[in-house]
DNA sequence: CGCTGGATTGAGGCCGATCAACTTCAGTGG
DNA sequence: CCACTGAAGTTGATCGGCCTCAATCCAGCG
């Protein structure tokens, strides 16, 4: 959280395969199809590409929210502060998501993002974006519905016990990781002490909580090694439909 | 929630002064303004509006995503389903709020909405906004920013412990029920009942804070009716910047 | 090889849940 | 007007889950 952000800049200029499955495609598309004067508001234009090494920040709190950041490849960790100064991880973003919507409102991101591995992020100028929406609002329905869906992220975090959390976050974690790895195998891009702070609870609890979840052999689990051997258990966990005393 | 749903039709054709402050106002407010046919996709045109008794429902859980709903008067519940059929309230409603974009991705409502006492709502039909603001791109910035503001509601839900919940739960009441009285004396539209179950404590644990706060004079409350004496207090104390003792 | 930071495991304490009793309020009908 | 009734709210005692603090283990790395 100390280091300056390492930034490397390139033009996005061709088609890019990495581009799959991001959020922002089927808009940001057009730009590597149609041939474009930088004018020319009937395509979205990536403002820059920027290479962020592992703890790099992507903005700071108070910075003036100017643009949308869609993750390439890697993972960021969004960080709010508290009064005292304590850190509290406020989300994750994996590959292909997009992170600003929710600071359109005030104009202002009033938290920070790290980066939790070397990740790449395409940066969107939010004029941009407003301006090419309103020459295509064809592409609106496109993102209401993934607005929507961002809406509806994290709902296990309000999940009554430590349990019902963690199961909620590695199921979650299981369907946005996927496209790197098979589905229910992954590696943890985070600390245990990260995963507590997302989820209020200690690193202790987390880690009790693995070891419990390994003990009843509904996942394996060593370091950041992740392998789920009951999908489904972890899924009813989390909904609170069994409770495996 | 057993009652059916009492509705009382009519069809928008003034300018309505509930209409003040309502987040759609500006887009909805074409609609009175322009001579208009049913066909013309240059206004948004309230399909109707409904009166809800108390404890009738707007939707069930399940029902296809087909209408925006716009609240002009009174409040709103969302409830929750738990496998083992236990209810969560999801979140309120109040005036000039919204129902609807959190479902938009998968077109379906998860959950029921029920009226806390007797509601107006303006049924927006999904389509007919969508063909809006196709044809009015202009309002896309208006839209982004309420939708934004809408994602960053409920921070307060994750806090970690039940004294900053509840104190959080009455600082957003205060902002968000001003309209109705003055911006610190208010009558809470839920019972302690509903609120614990928002925000994942007991009403017994409400019950208590509730007089922990009024002993030490922070508040004034008895039953529904609430005085907040000391709002900067209040509000360090949701950001944990205060603890007393 | 030792160093360093993250992860794990253990013992004790506190916050909030649970269960139960009592009080107050709101609605109803006599 | 009051008596009755059921729902909502308050208050108290006990219990359990998670936090706190501390020690130990382990992987990665110079």
Redesign the pocket.
């Known amino acids: 959280m100390t280091s300056p952000i390492t930034a490397n800049m390139q033009t996005a200029q061709t088609k890019d395969p990495s581009c799959r499955g991001c959020h922002l495609t089927p808009l940001c598309h057009t730009i590597h199809d149609a041939t474009t004067s930088h004018l020319n508001p009937g395509s979205l234009r990536v403002k820059s590409r920027i290479i962020l090494q592992k703890n790099a920040t992507l903005f700071m709190p108070d910075q003036p929210f100017q643009h949308l950041y869609a993750i390439e490849q890697g993972a960021v960790k969004t960080i709010e502060y508290e009064a005292d100064g304590g850190e509290l991880i406020r989300g994750f973003y994996f590959s292909g998501e997009i992170i600003g919507y929710e600071s359109i409102y005030s104009g202002r991101f009033h938290f920070s993002a790290a980066a939790l591995s070397e990740t790449h992020v395409c940066v969107i100028d939010y004029r941009d974006f407003l301006t090419f929406m309103q020459a295509n609002p064809e592409y609106q329905q496109h993102v209401f519905h993934f607005i929507s869906m961002q809406m509806n992220l994290g709902a296990y975090l309000v999940s009554a016990?430590?349990?019902r959390k963690l199961a909620g976050f590695l199921v979650d974690l299981s369907s946005r990781l996927h496209r790197q790895t098979h589905r229910d195998e992954f590696q943890l891009p985070m600390?245990?002490?990260d995963i507590g702070s997302y989820l209020?609870?200690?690193?202790?609890?987390?880690?009790?909580i693995?070891?419990w979840l390994q003990q009843k052999e509904i996942i394996a689990?060593q370091?950041?090694s992740v392998r789920i051997l009951q999908p489904d258990t972890l899924r009813q966990l989390a909904e609170g439909s069994v409770s495996l005393e």
């Open positions: 016990t430590a349990n600390s245990r002490q209020r609870m200690t690193a202790e609890t987390v880690s009790r693995c070891t689990i370091y950041k």
